[in-house]
Structures are given as structure tokens and as C-alpha cells.
């Protein structure tokens, strides 16, 4: 079956403009803006631009150009934020899909979490 993707979704809608953000760096298929909830000092959300609804949808359907763009990006936003094992102390990748995953938003993105530590990465809580 193919994945469906809903182009009234939230981040749909900031990628057309309709919806302002706070971007923090983009690049021809990638946006990278702050989460309007952050839940640690850093929290950005790094999506593709083109209609990839998870990030297998994205791994299987993507073009190179994209793959390697999303993820060079992200490189680029830890860099900036300074939470790389380089320049900082770490951060968390989160990319939710679907129900069990507890994904609210159906359009890929993938969190980075930083400068704070993080706890452990999963609870057994519903
Ligand atoms: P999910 O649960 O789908 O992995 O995460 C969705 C994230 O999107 C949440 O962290 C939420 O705070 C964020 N979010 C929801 N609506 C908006 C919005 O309109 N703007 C921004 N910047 N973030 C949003």
C-alpha cells in the first residue's frame, strides 16, 4: 500500500508560507525552525520539504539529493546550536511515526534535543 500524505497538515502549512516559524536554517529540500513547545534549551525541527509523511516513507521514496541534504542539515543546525560531541555536550534525535510512535504532526521531522541532559529515552507510560 502507498503512504498517504495530508497536505493540510501544520508543517504543510508553514513550508507554504501560511504559518510563520522561527527558522533556524534552510537549504533547497530542508527547513530546519524552533518547536513552538521546546522542551529542552535546544529544540529544533529539521523536514524535508518534499511530502514525506515518516521518516521510512522518507528513506524509501526520497530522491539522494534530499537524503543527503536532511541529514548534512541536521548536521549543520547541531553545529549551530552547539550541542555536538565536538563543540557541546550531546543532544537526542526523536523521529515519531505514526500511532505507536505518538506522532502528532504527519509530516516527517526529526526533533533535536539539547542542552540539558535528557533522561532516560523511553517510559513504559501510555
Ligand atoms: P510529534 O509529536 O509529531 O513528533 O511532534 C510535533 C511537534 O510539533 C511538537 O513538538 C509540537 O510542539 C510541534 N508543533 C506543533 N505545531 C507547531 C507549529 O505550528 N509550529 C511549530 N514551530 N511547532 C509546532
Known sequence: MAYAYDDQNIFAKILRGEIPNTTVLETDHTLAFRDIEPQAPTHVLVIPKGPYVSFDHFAADATDAEVID?????????????????????????????????????????????????????????
Not at 536532511?70 to 548536521?75: A, D, E, G, K, L
Not at 537526542?92 to 521531522?109: C, E, F, S, T, Y
Request: aromatic share 4%.
Open 70 to 126: 536532511f541529514v548534512r542539515t541536521i548536521s549543520k543546525v547541531c553545529k549551530a546550536e552547539g550541542v555536538t560531541l565536538a563543540d557541546g555536550d550531546g543532544f537526542r534525535m526523536i523521529a515519531n511515526a505514526g500511532k505507536h510512535g505518538v506522532q502528532d504532526v504527519p509530516h516527517l521531522h526529526v526533533h533535536i534535543l539539547g542542552g540539558r541532559h535528557m533522561g532516560r529515552m523511553v517510559s513504559r507510560t501510555d
